[in-house]
């Protein structure tokens, strides 16, 4: 049994914050921008609802659609507050979509969910800061077991168009146009999509957010830095890391040899944290 832990939600590198983790255990959970304007998603930072009462727009003052550090910022507050989200995993229908395959440990993403099967767990871990103040780290919100697993490789553009229509609550699904995904119309080669379905136990989690990282100075390094906690390694059986520590800053996937079981007896059952 596996289990493949992803990293997911709006922080620094998008929306130019971490989301706060308040006193209580509870904390904020908001979906990464879209890339793009054009999506069957409807919820938007104006419409995402916060545990505070508040929308998600309430808290930002840009958001960077776009990955990468010279891609431009969008500051205009309506704009932010009328952007698409990412809606990705989507807690509510239990499905997780991502395209990211190299073999660099940052984006080894489809490969082990690909190795997924069903009854595995697929967990999601996101950066938060304490709302008060205090270093951010980035901590598992939720999971869910895993119902099925599909991808678009090698696919027709007729049997992508009814897989996408077979999953269309997926964030990938409701990105791409008339069964054309994302990267396929922005001719990025190699590309394809790996869909997870879920089933429960699984979901969001109410409050206390599991922390994986520790935050120290690693030797040969100038600056600290953000790694994987040594007793999550340890306990949840890390699979073959290609360097001890795991760093977390970039938001690397992460497969654990760890049973349903052991992991659910560890973590809990989501509706009940």
Known sequence: ???????????QSNVGRNLPLYDDG????????EK????????????????????????????????????????????????????DPNFEALTYGEHRGSVD????YVPFLEALEP????????????????????????????????????????????????HADNAHAKRADDGELYYDRIGADGKYVVIVEGRRPGGLFERDPIRLSEKYVKPGNERAGYYLR???AADWNLAGPDADPVALTRKPAMQFDLSTEAFVD???????R
């Open 1 to 11: 049994m596996t289990v493949v832990l992803a990293g997911v939600g709006a922080d």
């Open 26 to 33: 509870t904390f904020e959970y908001i979906p990464i921008p």
């Open 36 to 87: 793009c304007s054009e999506t069957g998603e409807s919820e938007t930072f104006r419409t995402w609802s916060l545990r505070t009462g508040d929308v998600a727009a309430d808290l930002l003052s840009k958001i960077r659609p776009a990955p990468g550090r010279e891609a431009a910022w969008i500051t205009d507050p309506d704009r932010i507050a009328d952007w698409p989200l990412h809606r």
């Open 105 to 108: 440990r940052r984006q080894r």
């Open 119 to 166: 009854g595995d767990i697929v967990g999601f871990y996101a950066g938060l800061a304490p709302a008060d103040g205090g270093d951010p780290h980035r901590y598992l919100i939720g999971y869910f077991t895993v119902e099925s697993v599909v991808t678009t490789q090698g696919l027709s553009q007729a049997e992508q168009r009814r897989l996408l229509a077979d």
């Open 230 to 232: 040594d007793l999550i």
């Open 266 to 272: 560890r973590v809990g059952i989501p509706d009940e």
